[in-house]
C-alpha cells in the first residue's frame, strides 16, 4: 500500500501562539531545547548530547532535556524528532539515525511534562518554524532543507504542511517498511 499525502496544519492548542511554548529538537547528535517566545525569540536554550545507546536511554533524555526549561510560562511543548510519526496516534513508527522504533511517545511525554505535546518529524518542525517566524514568514508556499547528521525537509503548500508526501530526507517507498541505514 502506498501512502496518500497529507496536508495540514499542525495542531497547536488554543491561544499557544500567544503564549511561550518549548521546543525540543532531537538530532543525531545532540538534543536542542528552548523556550519560544509568541513572535518567535528564543529566550532560553539548553543543549545536551543525543544518547544513543539504547530507545529507553533515549527516551529518558529526551523528556530531561524538555524538563530542564519547562516552567509555568510555559503552554505547550513541541518534539521535533528524526522519525516517521503517526500523527493519529503519537507514535513513533522508524528512525535512521537515533534509537526509536514503534514507541508511543505523545502520551508518556504529555504525562511528563504535563503539557499538551506535539510530536512532529525534525524536517517539517523546522519548515513551520521558518514559515511561521523566520525566512518562510510571508510565503504562501515554500521549501526548507535541513542538512546536519541527516538530510531532511519540510514543505508548506497554501500555508498548510504537506506531511508524508513532503519528506524530503530519507524518502519514504513503502509507509512500514525496511528503513535503510543512513550509510
Known amino acids: 500500500m502506498v501512502a496518500t499525502p497529507r496536508v495540514g496544519v499542525a495542531y497547536l492548542p488554543p491561544n499557544v501562539t ?70 493519529q496516534t503519537g507514535r513513533v513508527d522508524g528512525s535512521v539515525n537515533v534509537p526509536l522504533q514503534n ?26 518554524a521558518e514559515y511561521r517566524a523566520g525566512a518562510g514568514r510571508g510565503a504562501r508556499t515554500m521549501v526548507m532543507l535541513t542538512l546536519g547528521t541527516g538530510v531532511g525537509g519540510g514543505v508548506v503548500i497554501d500555508g498548510k504542511l504537506l506531511r508524508d508526501g513532503g519528506e524530503l530526507g530519507h524518502t519514504v517507498l513503502i509507509y512500514d517498511g525496511v528503513p535503510c541505514q543512513g550509510t
Open 103 to 128: 514507541v508511543a511517545l505523545r502520551d508518556p511525554l504529555t504525562k511528563r511534562v504535563g503539557r499538551p505535546v506535539t510530536l512532529e518529524n525534525d524536517g517539517n518542525a523546522a519548515a513551520l
Open 18 to 87: 500567544e503564549k511561550r511554548v518549548l521546543g525540543v529538537d532531537v538530532g543525531g547528535t545532540k538534543i536542542l531545547a528552548g523556550i519560544v517566545d509568541p513572535t518567535g525569540k528564543v529566550e532560553h536554550r539548553r543543549e545536551r548530547p543525543t544518547e544513543l545507546d539504547s530507545q529507553d536511554r533515549l527516551i529518558e533524555e529526551i523528556g530531561a532535556a524538555a524538563e530542564e526549561l519547562l516552567d509555568d510560562s510555559v503552554a505547550a511543548v513541541g518534539f521535533g524528532l528524526p522519525s516517521r510519526i503517526d500523527q
